[in-house]
């Protein structure tokens, strides 16, 4: 893997002269902040391909990118000229009116584009995204044949059938884990349990919260079971340990994030036995429901409101020229590209199953963020077992109202 | 000193304290009786690669010209203290209400954010101090009487705890006391009880945070302790033991008195630093089962998207006026023992 990047960043290198006149940008300053994953930093290094001439590429690819993306940008001239965003940070953003439309950038400049790939909010081009993420399950093909069990999981009553012949068996203690670190990552699992029921998470229209409700006590009861499977420290997994924990074999019955996929399918970190029996299929459904329990995310590309119309056309032109298909071709494995040239991998086929299986994308709802924030706080006295099912949702219920009134999303 | 001469001396600290203390605080409280404006919520279609669909979104234009009249937020008074994620007043009479006995009702509050985090702050406040203060001492009398050529290593190695990074401590010790670490396992292997974690209950994480605590604050209490005992009268010493005083006898009777500045002062400091307990409740991921008043500033400003400001606010005041409480009756015994002095 190591190598990999090493030839990678040789052949951008040796790209770079072509790839400067391919840009056609003669002048412009484009600084990109971002998360800090593969595909994103090969979406970076192809448009630092660009620099040269007038033209500066800087980028920031940072975990912590949520945290300092609203200051960075509410400045005049904003400090980083594009975002890549995701379902969840993009409201954020425009939330504030931080981003601009792009609808004129596309038309002049975005040939090639999937129609898919446009993320409009009220009919205007507010990002263009490139890759799809989801959470869905991870097996391990050799562990369910020694406990009897021949097929994959397709829903969660089976993941449980199947955590407990394993456990029956022998086989391991702890089968199962999820990201249930107490935090943005419980409120995330939560979420895509609940989307497993159909359900809304507010009444239509409104800011008001719903899901104090009956599927609010299901899916709360559906995690409390597959957590009685998982190590007792699952209140501080978040996906670096669910990752290692998998590589390492102690799982057999795993969520965990597609981006992961390429990771662990790949020959580094673990053993052959672990990763040659690593099987990755879509989001279980559970309760009869027909919907995958999972969210669908993508990241994509935003423009800051706060910048020149140059630098705005210059960071476009940069970023067409990181998702293009040169690029997607040669980095197909690293996430689930949504523009031409992609090639559908075996550490795709989870994400994939999961969108084809009809998963609904993460609410773009300016207070979904501050929800999430509730659940992740409050669920995890019900898991423990210190409250009941009605009491924690009652919380979730409360600590969101107060939050969001705070917020000005309710009076 | 004259009036005038004093002034002028303390001038340059005066307008330093005012510049970076009193006035940040000022406006934190400022910010904390403000909330954000009502969002001009409309509805729109957003589409993108999975399908198109309703949601509501903030209207822009309209919330912005809100902002640029008043763009502190709307004026809210004290209803960010007294909300369900602070004081929570309603909830604490109505908790009242419903409660036939006074464990219902203490397991009611401790549903409360606000006061579960104060519960471990005080906890740990009251733990860890009175512990870091005795095992400081221990440490400084034992170190007094070593020999001169290993005094110097042992100084070293005793603050090293204090020396290495709170955050990368604690993350060091988080891995030694997972199950599969050095710590977790031995204690599994000690208590033979393999589902022994320490990190899943909630008692037990309470624990290992204070011990923590101790570990990392006693070569300050240590090293503070042992230059007072540089400074205990030999002769004082002499006297005692030609009266035929024991070891114990001279430690209690002559260098503890001597001492007791340093413990005030100790004790103020740790009280402070205690108060405020942060580090380890993030690196141990302890907030499931252990949370503190500084932990909740932090999560209200960059745990999840978009930052709580109002709230952060609320609850540094609330920290601010907790340490002023606790460190009273410390002052308050300064003030006594140096009015003494004078008269």
Known sequence: ?411 | MKNHTFFWFILPSLVTMMLFIAMPIGSVFIQSLHIEHGAVLTEVKNCGPFGCKMEVQVDVEATSELKKAKPLGKFNGFGTYNNRNHLAVVELSQAWNDSTNWGTYFRKIYNLPFYRALAFTLTYTFVVTPLVLMLGFCIALGVNSLPKNIKGPTIFVSLLPMIVTPLIGSLILFWMIDAEGILGASLQWLLEDPNLSLKASPNLTWVMLIVYGVWHSAPFAFIIFYAGLQTVPADTIEAAMIDGASRWERTRYVVVPHLVPLIVFITLIQLMDNFRVFEPIVSFSAQANATSLSWIIFNDLAGGEGSFFGSAGATSVLTILGVAVLLIPVLFRTWRDFKGKVV
């Open chain 1, 1 to 411: 893997m190591f190598l990999n990047k090493i030839t990678l960043a040789g052949a951008f290198m040796a790209l770079g002269t072509t790839a400067m006149a391919g840009c056609g940008i003669s002048s412009g300053n484009v600084k990109i902040l971002s998360n800090d994953f593969p595909a994103i930093q090969s979406v970076t290094a192809a448009a630092s391909t660009c620099a040269g001439g007038g033209v500066t590429v800087e980028a920031n690819l940072t975990k912590d990118h949520k945290d300092i993306m609203v200051a960075a940008l509410t400045a005049n001239p904003a400090q980083y000229t594009s975002v890549i965003a995701s379902n969840s940070t993009l409201v954020t953003l425009m939330n504030d009116g931080l981003v601009r439309s792009l609808d004129a950038l596309v038309a002049k400049h975005g040939d090639g584009l999937n129609p898919s790939q446009m993320i409009t909010v009220d009919g205007k081009i507010m990002a263009v995204a490139f890759g799809a993420n989801a959470q869905h399950l991870f097996s391990r093909s050799d562990i369910l044949k020694k406990a009897g069990v021949n097929s994959i999981p397709e829903t969660y009553e089976d993941v449980l059938a199947a955590a407990k012949a394993i456990k029956s068996a022998g086989l391991m203690d702890y089968p199962v884990a999820l990201n249930t670190a107490a935090g943005w990552n419980l409120g995330e699992e939560f979420v895509n349990m609940y989307m497993g029921t159909g359900a809304d998470f507010f009444k239509p229209g409104t800011a008001e919260v719903a899901v104090n409700n009956d599927h609010g006590v299901a899916t709360l009861n559906m995690l409390k079971s597959l957590v009685a499977y998982s190590n007792p420290d699952y209140l501080t997994y978040d996906s670096n340990a669910t990752q290692a924990e998998w590589e390492a074999g102690n799982l057999a019955l795993a969520t965990m994030w597609g981006t992961r996929g390429g990771a662990v399918l790949d020959d580094e970190g673990s053993t052959k036995a672990v990763s040659s029996n690593t099987v990755l299929t879509g989001a279980p459904t559970w309760g009869n429901n027909a919907r995958p329990a999972s969210t669908l995310w993508w990241d994509g590309i935003a423009i800051s409101a706060n910048i020149s119309d140059e630098d705005a056309e210059a960071t476009f032109i940069a970023m067409m020229k990181g998702i293009s298909s040169d690029v997607i071709q040669a980095n197909n494995s690293d996430t689930v590209w949504l523009g031409a040239g992609y090639m559908p991998s075996a550490a795709s086929a989870g994400v994939s199953a999961t969108a084809a299986a009809g998963a609904a994308p993460y609410p773009m709802l300016p207070f979904m963020g501050t929800l999430h924030g509730a659940l992740g706080a409050e669920i995890s006295d019900f898991l423990q077992g210190s409250e009941s099912a009605e009491q924690a949702l009652a919380d979730v219920e409360a600590a969101y109202t107060a939050a969001a009134t705070e917020k000005g999303f309710l009076n």
